[in-house]
């Protein structure tokens, strides 16, 4: 019986799952700004005007045809020594100051936002959080709104912990390099955060670590992309002391 039950319940998330892919290629932005709100409720946030300027720099590099424009967006420094950035639904980024930390340059700050705008050009933060929804329907369908597993999964879905693939992170890592060369002219600084992420993996946030692809794989396929493009690489400039450690 329970295994029937467990086989109903997974096929029913394939399906939703297929479903939610296909609704978040197609979602309007009014239901993606509403989904932020309530994800953005998570988050003991608030928005910080040093990182708008960063953000926006590289908001004014995107043609006039991007899918980017039509969101207006913000950007939230959250207080938590957790190493990780992360996009949520209706053009919402927050950045936690554990990463502010472990930034060296401008240029690292400017890559790992413009990583993040990769996600909104691709609709993954939305089919990442399609996926959960697609969890707790069937869980709730099945087990009741009241039962003990649909309130752990309704947690889980509610801190919104995004896991991309490494396709979409690879994807997500080119967006970023090619808008960092366009904001500044050369690469430089485009794998130097994540080249200490793989030198030094010790307080890193372990969401950050389990949902990104290797950090030793994602340098060479950064590498490899300068190399293709002939990007150039010249000195990074130092990060805005707005954004420094205290």
């Known amino acids: 019986m329970v ?9 029913c998330f394939v399906l939703l799952a297929a479903a939610t892919d296909w609704a978040a290629a197609k979602a309007p932005l009014e239901v993606e700004i509403w989904l932020g709100k309530q994800a953005l409720l998570q988050f003991p946030a608030d928005e910080n005007p040093a990182l708008k300027q960063q953000l926006q720099a590289l908001l004014d590099k995107l043609p006039s045809d991007s899918p980017l424009q039509q969101y207006n967006f913000q950007i939230y420094l959250a207080q938590t ?15 936690f100051s554990g990463l502010l930390q472990q930034v060296q ?3 690292e700050l400017a890559m790992i936002l413009a990583h993040e705008l990769g996600h ?4 993954d933060h939305l089919r990442g959080l399609g996926r959960g ?3 707790a329907v069937a869980t709730i369908m099945f087990l009741g709104e009241n039962s003990a597993a649909s309130e752990l999964i309704s947690n889980a879905l509610l801190n919104f912990q995004v896991r991309y693939s490494q396709a979409q992170e690879s994807a997500a890592d080119q967006f970023g390099l090619q808008l960092l060369v366009k904001r500044y002219g050369h690469a430089g600084g485009g ?12 307080g890193f946030s372990p969401s950050l670590l389990a949902s990104h692809p290797d950090p030793q794989k994602r340098i060479e396929q950064l590498r490899e992309l300068i190399q293709t493009e002939n990007y150039l690489l010249k000195a990074t400039l130092p990060l805005p002391a707005e954004l420094l450690p205290v």
């Open 3 to 11: 295994g029937s039950l467990v086989l109903i319940v997974g096929l």
């Open 133 to 135: 929804l697609g969890i």
């Open 81 to 95: 020594d957790e190493v990780n950035a992360m996009a949520l639904p209706g053009g919402n980024i927050v950045v």
């Open 120 to 123: 909104f050009s691709h609709r």
């Open 105 to 107: 340059s401008e240029n």
């Open 191 to 202: 794998s130097d955060f994540f080249s200490r992420i793989a030198e030094q993996t010790e």
